[in-house]
């Protein structure tokens, strides 16, 4: 999970490695873009009722598990990506808010040149990939179209301005480019994270619930690092911007049905879990 983004985050270190130089104005060199409409290598599918197993036995597990859990989430979704929009390999990634980098390390293992913004110190770990950046996702150190993928996985949730996040993360993107979203809905079983399902009875309520049972308070609290975002307001906002069209609305663990339960309103806010946005730049 990432923590609140927080305005005022500044860079703190941009170290030299292969692939990345901080010219003047601090926006990342990249490499020549994917052209422009280029195709997925393959049709994205449902995938499989063994994979949702699979992710939900890893999640049961975060907290005694985090490496399991986050590197097969990472495998996953990297595998989502290449099944959108073609191998990541020699491509510029930026994963933004992505905790201590395990996104970050599964683009780099495919091969694509990933680096990792992150605005909580404390997130990152005491072994952030190399390139880490401490910054602020309302205000990324990049220069206009510096990416080929632009990455968040469960931050848009954590955020008080989601639009202003997503202006961002389509400013960074190149034209044709992709943009990938993914956040837990608030009225899905997991929204109030560590402190669900009982936060359908309210969050102080559930707070106060999970303070007693684990004797130690919650991390997340509503409206200062978790927010009450819903699918249908969060569609009806990326479809009325024009610097983004949406590739696919889906839930982003469902075996099957994947598109078709983000179309029944209502219900999408309680049976996605977690909505996943698969995002093209637009031209400007």
Not at 128 to 136: R, S
Not at 157 to 171: G, K, N
Not at 195 to 217: C, I, V
Request: net charge positive; glycine share 10%; hydrophobic share 40%.
């Amino acid at each position: 999970m990432a923590p609140k983004r927080r305005r005022g985050s500044v860079v703190s270190r941009v170290p030299v490695v292969r692939g990345w130089s901080r010219p003047r104005g601090g926006a990342a060199n990249v490499t020549a873009p994917r052209p422009l409409g280029a195709s997925p290598h393959r049709r994205f599918k449902d995938p499989s009722l063994q994979r949702s197993f699979a992710l939900f036995r890893a999640f049961l597990h975060e907290q005694d598990d985090p490496e399991g859990c986050y590197s097969l989430l990472a495998r996953d979704s990297v595998d989502q990506v290449e099944a959108y929009d073609g191998p990541v390999a020699g491509r510029t990634v930026v994963d933004v808010g992505g905790g201590s980098g395990y996104f970050t390390e599964e683009f780099r293992r495919r091969g694509a040149q990933a680096y990792l913004f992150e605005p909580d110190m404390g997130e990152l770990g005491e072994r952030p990939p190399d390139g880490a950046v401490v910054a602020d996702g309302y205000l990324l150190p990049l220069r206009d179209g510096a990416a080929d993928v632009t990455f968040s996985s469960n931050v848009l949730e954590h955020v008080a301005d989601p639009q202003t996040f997503l202006s961002e993360l389509a400013r960074v993107t190149r034209p044709g480019g992709l943009v990938y979203v993914s956040f837990t809905n608030w009225l899905s079983p997991w929204g109030g994270h560590e402190w669900a399902p009982w936060h359908y009875l309210g969050a102080e309520r559930a707070r106060a619930r999970y303070r007693r049972r684990t004797g130690r308070a919650a991390k997340h609290t509503l409206g200062e690092n978790l927010f009450a975002v819903h699918i249908g307001a969060t569609l009806r906002q990326v479809r009325a911007r024009d610097d983004v069209e949406i590739v696919s609305a889906r839930s982003r663990y469902w075996p099957f049905l994947a598109e078709g339960v983000v179309k029944a309103p209502g219900l999408r806010e309680f049976a996605t879990w977690n909505l996943l946005l698969i995002l093209r730049r637009c031209p400007p």
